[in-house]
Every structure is written in structure tokens, then in C-alpha cells.
């Protein structure tokens, strides 16, 4: 079985930083993508990141750049989510999620699509 096991999520002052970590299980890291979305109540899920596990490539939403980053440790099957300069609006609780695709960007953009997730950590980042 597939198995996406997010963690690390706290609470954090702005300006902050943080790691999140999600270990995956039940499938050959290489040929899948893996992404981060995150969700606050009442608004829409909204893709974050992914990171292709054939090439490493990666992909972040515009309001992430530059502020994140997405790293993987094939041989762990654990993807990271390095996230700087936190601000209140990243408050959210961050899902990650799998596909076997190569190219993921499509689903950050979408905010959803990804076949595999896992649960949530959440993230808050005070004033």
C-alpha cells in the first residue's frame, strides 16, 4: 500500500523558519512525484510545491518562491519542505501527495489531482 506520512508542523513566529518532512512508502520513489498542498478552512486547497523523483526538478507557487524549497532523499523515500521567511498567511495545514508522473507542476497549479495522500501537519506562523 502507498503511504505518505507528513510531519513536522508547528507553531513558528513570522519570520521563521521550518521543515516539513513526509516519508513515503509502497512505491518506487523514482518514478512518482510528490507534492505539498496545503488547506485553511473555508478556502481552497492550494498546491505549495512538488518535486519530480526521476530528475529532482521542482516547482513552487508564486507566493512560495524563493521562500521554499523542495528537496528529496531517494534512498529515505522522505521529501522535505525547507519554508523561510514564514509569514501569517502560511498558516495552513500542509498534506503531501503522490502521483506517478514526471512532470507535477499541473497539480500545484490545480491545487488537487495527486492519486496518493497522506495526513496533514499544521503549520502556524504568529504575527
Known amino acids: 500500500d502507498v503511504q505518505l506520512q507528513a510531519s513536522g508542523g508547528g507553531l513558528v513566529q513570522g519570520g521563521g523558519s521550518l521543515r516539513l518532512s513526509c516519508v513515503a512508502s509502497?512505491?518506487?520513489?523514482?518514478?512518482?512525484?510528490i507534492g505539498w498542498f496545503r488547506q485553511v478552512p473555508g478556502k481552497e486547497q492550494e498546491g505549495v510545491s512538488c518535486i519530480s523523483g526521476s530528475d529532482g526538478s521542482t516547482y513552487y507557487t508564486d507566493s512560495v518562491k524563493g521562500r521554499f524549497t523542495m528537496s528529496s532523499d531517494n534512498a529515505k523515500n522522505t521529501v522535505y519542505l525547507q519554508m523561510n521567511n514564514l509569514r501569517p498567511e502560511d498558516t495552513a495545514v500542509y498534506y503531501c501527495?503522490?502521483?506517478?508522473?514526471?512532470?507535477?507542476?499541473?497539480?500545484?497549479?490545480?491545487?488537487?489531482?495527486?492519486?496518493?495522500w497522506g495526513q496533514g501537519t499544521q503549520l502556524t506562523v504568529s504575527s
Open positions: 501527495a503522490a502521483d506517478s508522473v514526471i512532470i507535477c507542476s499541473d497539480y500545484i497549479e490545480a491545487g488537487e489531482g495527486m492519486h496518493y
Open positions: 509502497g512505491f518506487t520513489f523514482d518514478d512518482y512525484a
